[in-house]
Every structure is written in C-alpha cells, then in structure tokens.
C-alpha cells in the first residue's frame, strides 16, 4: 500500500477497482461515472473511528459552551452570534485558507430564564384585579426597591412589604365600582370607588404605583437584569378596573445581554465573534 494513502481512499480505489471504473477529477472534485444498477456505499461506519469530526454539540449555559470551544477549536474556528433570536454557534471546520464542510459545530442558544418569561408572558395582557394581585404575589421576589433619586432619575420602586399591601387590596376591592383615577406627585395613581357596605354605598380610595423595578436574569443560570415595569390600567363601563402591565423597552435588556455573552465568551474562547448565521 501507497504510505500516502489513506484507509478511506484505499477503499475507495478498491470499490473502483471491482466495478472497473476510474476516478476523474472535474476541476478539483473527483467524479466517477457507475453504469446503471450500481451505487456507492460508504464503508466509514466499518472503520475504527470516523475519518473526521463531525456533528452538532447542543449546550445549555455559556460556561459549558466556552469548555467545548476551547477543547475543539483550530484555526479553521469561527465563531458566530444573533441576537434575535439569541444563539451561539462555533463551526470548527469553517472556511478558512480553503473550503469546509461546516459541518462539525457546537451550539447554545442561550434560552430564557424562567423568570424572564413569567414577566414577558404578562407583558400588555390585560387581567382582572385578583389575577393582577395573584401575579404579583407570585412574583414578588423579583420585585427590587429602589429609594427615589434625589435627582430624579428614577422614581423609585416600592418594596415587597408595599406590594402585599397592594396585592391584598385588589383581592379585597375586586367587587367595587371604580369612579375615577387621579395621578399623585409621588407618581402613583389614587383610585375612588364605591363599596356597598351592608346596603350603603361608602367611597373609598386605592393607592397604586405607576412604576416599580424588577431583577431577574435573563437567560437561564445568567446574571440579573434591572427591568422597569409600568402598571397600566383602564376604567370600563359599570366601573370595572382592567390593569396591565408593560415592561419597558424589554428588547434592548435582550440585546445588552446578548452584548454582554458575546464579550465574555470572545475573551475566554480567544476567538472574535461575528454578528450573523454561519452558511450551511
């Protein structure tokens, strides 16, 4: 055997042999001409190993998929990024000096933390009183105070304490008629409504902020993001209140996390990464 061959072309060169056919190179690519009833099987399967690398590594965290470029990556690695959706892509046998097959990869797509989803599920959803207040219950963990800025920067966000207080008055309240709104200096919105009260209607008032911060990551296992929410609402005929809430501007949160992954894992891979999908 010819030391310059490999064990894949001396089985090529046999196959060829036994249907007395002969490799022809059109341009760099080798063609052969089979008559009809006849098909090539590839014998890598019968090899040791695989001739060369290939496949898709799925990965669920940053720091699994930084392990996996570091251990496969060569000069023919590039690495490639989008940000909608977010996903990560290395292809280790990437066109380099000359052409490749592309087709040996690691991925992560650095999916949504549950936390993130929870409060985008909500976001502009329009809900009663008691499935705003059972939201917020539920949520409230992620809710972060904020002492208003001197400056005004920022105007602050309430704390838990405030937002079970909030939460028990939707609960109690879900049976009123609601008259009117008001915006207060502090940048809350007082409520009136009517209660009837064993047969008398008694006027009462409820107090909600108009804005509060939450901190949660963004994709799972990630760091914490500041997100300001907007409470929204609306008085419908008969005096029922529809709230919502809106976070605001989320996909700029999505495109700095993104911003931040892609700084992270080029500084401990080495490697630049580019904006966009590698070919197929």
Same mark, same amino acid.
């Given at each position: ?189 007082? &409520?009136? !409504?009517?209660?009837?009260?064993? $047969?008398?209607? #008694? ?9 509060? =911060? /939450? ?15 907007? &409470?929204? !609402?609306?008085?419908?005929?008969? $005096?029922?209140? #529809? ?9 700029? =949160? /999505? ?26």
């Amino acid at each position: 055997m010819d030391l310059n061959e490999t064990q894949s072309e001396v089985i090529a060169n046999d196959a060829m042999a036994a249907c007395n056919q002969k490799t022809r190179m059109v341009g760099l690519t080798p063609m052969v001409l089979l008559p009809e009833g006849f098909h090539a099987e590839d014998l890598e399967s019968k090899l040791a190993a695989p001739t060369r690398k290939r496949g898709t590594t799925v990965l669920n965290d940053a720091e699994s998929f930084i392990d996996v470029v570091n251990d496969q990556k060569n000069d023919e690695t590039r690495l490639f990024s989008t940000i909608n959706p977010p996903t990560f892509t290395a292809v280790f046998n990437h066109h380099a000096a000359g052409a490749g097959w592309g087709d040996h990869k690691a991925k992560y797509n650095a999916p949504i933390s549950p936390e993130w989803g929870a409060w985008g599920k909500v976001d502009g959803q329009q809900m009663n009183q008691l499935d705003m207040a059972r939201f917020i219950e539920a949520n409230m963990v992620d809710i972060v105070f904020i002492a208003p800025d001197a400056e005004n920067k920022h105007p602050g966000s309430p704390d838990g304490a405030t937002f079970l207080e909030i939460c028990h008055t939707l609960e109690a309240k879900k049976k009123v008629n609601f008259k009117s709104s008001v915006r207060l200096p502090d940048g809350s919105t007082e &409520f009136t !409504y009517d209660e009837d009260v064993a $047969g008398s209607a #008694v006027n009462g008032t409820m107090k909600i902020p108009e804005q509060f =911060t /939450i901190g949660v990551p963004v994709f799972e296992n990630g760091d914490k993001w500041m997100v300001d929410v907007r &409470f929204r !609402y609306r008085i419908q005929e008969g $005096g029922r209140l #529809v709230m919502w809430l809106e976070l605001v501007r989320p996909h700029k =949160t /999505i495109e700095t996390a993104v911003k931040e992954l892609r700084e992270q894992i080029g500084e401990k891979t080495g490697l630049t990464v580019l904006n966009g999908f590698p070919s197929n």
